[in-house]
Nanobody
């Protein structure tokens, strides 16, 4: 059974930090590129950051560059998103995504809420 379980969301003040985790199971994690997406109320889901299956390359949305860091631990089947200097506009549900490097398999987590507010 494929599972992507996000954790680490919550309420944080502007300027604060959070670290999201996504624990994967049920598939060959090291053969999947991993991404974080987010969706704010009334807006479309957008890409936050992505990392290749080996962790050798990362990509970020422009508004997250310099503030967010994506990483992965293939030994723990986990991908992380370190979020610093959080702003109110970062408030959203954050989703973990897995996409196979061969074939068209794609999986989504259930999401974790991040709220940035004073």
């Amino acid at each position: 059974q494929v599972q992507l379980v996000e954790s680490g969301g919550g309420l944080v003040q502007p300027g604060g930090s959070l670290r999201l985790s996504c624990a994967a199971s049920g598939f060959a994690f090291s053969f999947f590129a991993m991404s974080w997406y987010r969706q704010a109320p009334g807006k479309e889901r957008e890409l936050v950051a992505a990392i290749t299956n080996t962790g050798g390359s990362t990509n970020y949305a422009d508004s997250m560059k310099g503030r967010f860091t994506i990483s992965r631990d293939n030994a723990k089947n986990t991908v992380y998103l370190q979020m610093n200097s959080l702003k109110a506009e970062d408030t959203a549900v954050y989703y973990c995504n897995a996409r196979s490097i061969v074939g068209a398999r794609e999986y989504w987590g259930q999401g974790t809420q991040v709220t940035v507010s004073s």
